[in-house]
């Protein structure tokens, strides 16, 4: 059994290997690498089991981009993405009565509102593939992969004091996630993106991208034990970079 066995793995990895070997016969070689900053505008929530009703968390974020392009493979050029961002994610909650309307607070007579924005230090890694122009002119790609992030610190925005909230009144009266603190640092998941890029021969390159985040990591403790089964990240990022070349094996 264990040779039967050694011998279905050997021919598993033969079959994995024959197309990365006729993607090396058939691609031309790249050995491009660029370097450059990003910056945009997140729309996110957490996706709390007991629901927490939510309207969209607005953020920036931004940081330094890395682009390793390897191959092009007929029509497709292939690269590997990669940043190192700063990043505001977040809930805010849509505090509405029974009758869907929003809750007004008997002592300052205004409609509470509360907003939590969690600072969050992420790496994604992406495979990238493009079609279009390489050096010069338009180029469209599509690019996915992990994302790992470490949350750094968090901030409130309300409108009334935590026990003096019209809680009485709400449709949804989950208030846990007001006072408790993150307890998982690490966050992790998935992210795609579409995007455009130009490219001039002695600027560089520029891109304009949409991309989607889902965490497959909770904020919070989800034991039996714990208060919320669910709560994880996501987000909708709308994003410019700027790429300048380092080395380019293609002129």
């Known amino acids: 059994m264990k040779m039967r066995n050694r011998s279905i793995l050997c021919i598993i990895s033969l079959l994995m290997l024959f197309p990365l070997s006729s993607l090396a016969q058939v691609g031309e070689h790249r050995s491009d690498l660029a370097i450059g900053v990003n910056g945009g ?36 050029i292939c690269s590997i993405y990669a940043e190192l961002n700063y990043a505001q994610m977040g809930w805010k909650e849509d505090i509405l009565d029974r009758e869907d309307q929003p809750v007004i607070n008997e002592e300052t007579q205004q ?26 002119g338009v180029q469209f790609f599509f690019q996915a992969g992990p994302q790992l992030g470490y949350y750094l610190s968090d901030k409130v925005t309300k409108n009334f004091e935590l026990d003096k909230r019209n809680s009485w009144k ?80 293609k002129q």
């Open 41 to 76: 505008y997140m729309l996110s929530n957490v996706g709390f089991v007991p629901k927490v009703n939510q309207t969209f968390h607005g953020g920036y974020t931004g940081g330094l981009s890395f682009r390793y392009v390897c191959e092009k493979y007929f029509n497709s």
């Open 111 to 136: 409609a509470e509102s509360f907003s939590r924005t969690l600072n969050y230090v992420q790496l994604p890694i992406f495979a990238r593939l493009g079609w279009g122009r390489e050096q010069k």
């Open 170 to 249: 709400r449709a949804n009266d989950e208030v846990h996630q007001d006072t408790m603190a993150v307890e998982n640092k690490l966050d992790y998941g998935i992210a795609a993106g579409i995007g455009m890029e130009y490219s001039f021969p002695k600027l560089g390159h520029f891109m304009l991208e949409a991309r989607y985040y889902y965490g497959l990591g909770n904020i919070y403790k989800d034991t039996k034990r714990d208060y919320f089964g669910k709560s994880n990240n996501s987000s909708i990022i709308v994003k410019l970079t700027y790429l300048f070349d380092l080395k380019k094996t």
